[in-house]
């Protein structure tokens, strides 16, 4: 197998096309060669096909001789032998894998020094300073790189050279003290390592090129790929270069530039250069760096080659260009080009600029593809100013934004915060329906516990608040927890991002930006592709969130979980005292007090969506939920006793204890045992949609039995709702009754369940939960990250559906529901509804709406508009008929 190419090889297809085998780095570095003919220092790619043979079998057979003939091959090219006594070759050994990781993997420079030709070096290029500051480089970045020597030994050692010289910059220290470097670090080495630094430059270079595949593996590489869903099978390629020097004298330099502005997207060259330094000086930030204008002063001619370049490369690639140069005395050289990463707001401006744009040429499907969920998420979120935080904890980054807040370890310490005027952030070991109100109070949630669907997790996201859960180094004790060896005590302000899942300690400054004219552009052109295919509805409690859902864009209410209606503080007594009552009389008047609240609900519901269909989902979780958690008052009874009605409480919430609750009476197993609540519920819906009718609106009801498993099961859940709409006039009224499909029994006799449900929707929250037997409030903080981390599962399955487990019994119950009754109408309501991976399934699968968050309503726009041209490219190049 063929593991080396020379950046000039002549490739069947335009080398950026092959980023799977020569990395995006090595892809680029050959198309710049081979294909613009820019300069670009002569180099070669090691494949990642390599970097998987090695990282699965060590080190393979044939690939130390295809390093040998490519280097045999690049020494005759340059007129150097690497590591020459007399003028040694030097090389850069970098990491590049297929998607942008940057900074996560590892680079050596200046390889090809050792003691001898280090004074070739200083021979050749007449600076002896020169030499030894490249050769100390070499040591330090070796040592920690290969060797694994860490880094602070080094500095130490370089900033007290600095100290003693007195030198205000690295370039200022003086050869002597660099000689004395070169030989310290070498000490250092022999020290840790029990061998002295390695002489031989082919030993060096094997060295250099097993610590970049390596790096593949490291944690940080890891944590970055999982962040960013990139699989981890792919393996990174190696690009071995000649090295160019940015720090020969004050006539060199080196920097990375954009083509356009990649935080606002503005047109016009942005970066960083810095005279007399090397490239990593400029990405570490250890000197202060001078804009990409300052070039135009220093080397005017040289400016105006970078700035052509720059509109070669931006008209070649048709995208914003991230690059890195160095000048070497006098002449530049190009080290790198990639798609440049980019802000939100950036990304919207730039793909709605380059449309109109007759020299790229953007469609407009080219520019909904460009953008990302994340792009859209930092505009709708607010987000922290600076990077630079004392981060105390991490979790699982549950719902997006920045937020602020004191900590406080109650909801009503919460609540009674926020009415003097504080901005609070809840803390607890996990969140129960008694929260709903310190939540709805809170900046943002944190929970110890917990995972990406918990009841933290999901109440959060559909509120838009920015939560943490899972934080498992989070150890609450009393009214303080402790994290990361730091004890934050009620009153103390902490920061948290939703997004990363980070916990800052103290207050980090926030900013809060307005989605711009671009934001609304791409997603109306996303809606134009997409709307014919499949809709976009939000799921929604409340009139308030049913609003907000119009206003992102929501094409109808895909869930609304009437239970959240009655966990509100005027509603629970009355839940209560429907499951206290000792007969029907008492539980009938209860049952009516309900209905009145839920006609004002529905009927706030309906209003924000007039026109657009809304699916009521009829009470789902069991009856225990609504009471007191019967720990608590076990505690209290034994300690100060129980008041009258707190006894009742407990000896109610005992009753309904279960030991699976998941798995017991709730969904419609409970309105077969209390068939009067959905006949309630189903009245109250009504009742709000005459009320509409009647002031000239156009509410579209859509009535969700919940957890149906049998054709039976819906058939008499059915009836009751068909009896309960005809105790009341509903007119011309038109009302479809459907069913969530949850189980895997459904999915499987969908074809049964469909002979009496107008629509399906697919539950994938419970549906993943027991198509894996896991416990979604467990298995997230304790065993997902192992889990995927070994490879055991491609991704959490509660985060992005897999296409072998729920997503194929989606696409498996429609197929078999359409089997039974085409035209069966089928969405999605689970919180995969609004993730861009799982909604490419479910377009793929059929579905007519994914439903959502409202916070994530434009995210699943966009998606839905990707996952369709995604698929309509796919249906274009397949095999055509004979």
């Known amino acids: 197998m063929r593991f080396v190419y020379p950046f000039e090889h002549p490739h069947p297809r335009p080398p950026r096309e092959m980023r799977d085998l020569l990395g995006g780095k090595g892809a680029n570095l050959a198309e710049m060669t081979s294909v ?250 250890v000197r202060n760096t001078e804009p990409l204008v300052a070039i135009q002063r220093r080397f005017p001619g040289i400016y105006d080659e970078l700035m052509a370049i720059f509109a070669r490369l931006e008209l070649h690639y048709r995208d914003m260009c991230d690059t890195e140069f160095t000048i070497e005395r006098g002449k530049l050289w190009m080290l790198q080009t990639r798609v ?89 070991k996990e969140t129960s329906p008694d929260d709903v109100s310190g939540m709805l109070a809170a900046q943002g949630i944190v929970t110890a516990r917990g995972g990406l669907v918990s009841h933290a997790a999901v109440v959060a996201r559909g509120w838009g608040k920015p939560a943490v859960v899972g934080a498992d180094a989070v150890h609450i004790m009393g009214r303080s927890f402790v994290a990361g060896g730091v004890t934050v005590v009620e009153g103390d302000e902490i920061s948290i991002d939703g997004t990363t899942g980070e916990i800052i300690l103290g207050a980090a400054e926030v900013a809060i930006s307005e989605p711009s004219p671009e934001f609304e552009t791409i997603l109306s052109w996303a809606d134009d592709i997409r709307r014919s295919k499949v809709a976009v509805r939000a799921n929604a409690d409340n009139g308030e969130d049913a609003a907000n859902a119009r206003r992102f864009g929501a094409e109808g209410i895909g869930l609304c979980r009437t239970e959240h209606m009655f966990l509100a503080e005027d509603r629970l007594p009355i839940v209560r005292k429907m499951i206290l009552s000792e007969d029907s009389a008492d539980e009938a008047d209860a049952l009516e007090e309900l209905r009145v609240v839920q006609r004002k609900d529905f009927y706030e519901i309906l209003l924000a969506m007039d026109g657009l269909p809304v699916t009521v989902r009829l009470l789902d979780p069991p009856l225990h939920e609504f009471l007191p958690d019967t720990e608590v008052l076990a505690v209290k009874e034994a300690s100060v006793g129980l008041t009258e009605e707190e006894r009742r409480l407990y000896q109610a919430a005992k009753a309904w204890r279960e030991v699976n609750h998941m798995l017991g009476t709730r969904g419609v197993r409970l309105g077969v045992i209390k068939p009067g609540l959905y006949s309630m519920q189903v009245r109250a819906l009504m009742e709000a949609a005459q009320d509409l009718i009647s002031e000239g609106r156009d509410p579209i009801v859509e009535i969700m039995i919940p957890l149906t498993v049998a054709r039976e099961e819906l058939a008499l859940a059915r009836s009751w709702v068909d009896a309960a709409m005809a105790q009341g006039d509903i007119g011309a009224l038109q009302v479809s009754i459907g069913t969530m499909i949850e189980t895997p029994r459904a999915a499987i006799c969908a074809d049964e369940i469909a002979e009496v449900a107008d629509f399906f929707s697919f539950g994938t929250n419970d549906l993943t939960q027991m198509t894996f037997g896991f416990s979604r409030d467990d298995v997230e903080g304790r065993m997902m990250a192992i889990y995927v981390d070994k490879g055991l599962l491609p991704a959490n399955p509660f985060k992005t559906l897999d296409t072998n487990g729920v997503g194929e019994l989606v696409r498996m119950g429609v197929s078999r529901g359409r089997g039974s009754r085409p035209g069966l109408k089928i969405g999605v309501c689970g919180e995969h509804g609004g993730d861009p991976a799982s909604i490419d399934i479910l377009v793929a699968a059929g579905v007519d709406y994914v439903s959502c968050s409202p916070f994530r309503v434009p995210i699943a726009r966009l998606a839905a508009a990707q996952a369709v041209l995604r698929h309509m490219t796919q249906a274009d190049s397949g095999p055509k008929p004979a």
């Open 36 to 285: 613009l003919g820019l300069p670009v220092p002569p180099g070669f790619t090691i494949t990642t096909d390599a970097c998987r043979s090695y990282l699965e079998n060590g080190w393979p057979d044939d690939l130390s001789a295809q390093v040998k003939d490519a280097l045999s091959a690049l020494e005759t090219m340059m007129g150097k032998r690497l590591g020459d006594a007399l003028d040694p070759l030097l090389v850069s050994v970098r990491s590049g894998a297929k998607f942008s990781m940057p900074g996560m993997m590892d680079t050596v420079l200046n390889l090809g020094l050792n003691d001898q030709s280090v004074e070739g070096l200083a021979t050749q290029t007449r600076d002896e300073r020169f030499a030894f500051d490249s050769y100390r480089r070499f040591i330090q970045m070796y040592g920690r790189i290969v060797l694994g020597i860490k880094g602070e030994e080094f500095d130490g050692l370089f900033e007290a050279a600095r100290e003693l010289s007195g030198a205000r910059s690295d370039s200022e220290v003086p050869t002597v003290l660099l000689r004395y470097l070169v030989s310290s670090y070498k000490d250092i080495v022999e020290r840790r390592t029990h061998k002295p630094f390695p002489q031989d430059p082919i030993e060096a270079l094997q060295g250099a090129i097993e610590a970049v595949f390596r790096s593949w593996g490291g944690d940080r590489a890891v944590a970055y790929r999982q962040r960013e869903g990139i699989p981890h099978d792919l393996g990174t390629a190696v690009n071995v270069q000649v090295m160019v020097f940015g720090n020969r004298d004050e006539n060199s330099g080196t920097g990375v530039g954009f083509t356009r502005d990649p935080a606002t997207g503005v047109r016009g060259a942005y970066g960083d250069f810095l005279v007399n330094a090397q490239g990593e000086d400029v990405v570490a930030g």
């Open 340 to 428: 440049g990463k980019r802000t939100g707001n950036a990304a919207l401006r730039m793909a709605v600029d380059m449309t109109g744009e007759a020299a790229i040429g953007l469609s407009r499907s080219e520019a909904v593809l460009r953008i990302t969920a994340d792009h859209l998420d930092q505009v709708l979120h607010p987000q922290f100013v600076s990077r630079q935080h004392q981060v105390i904890a991490r979790g699982l980054g549950a719902s997006p934004g920045a937020a602020v807040g004191k900590v406080y370890f109650s909801s009503q310490d919460v609540v009674t915060a926020t009415q003097r005027g504080e901005r609070a952030v809840l803390v607890r």
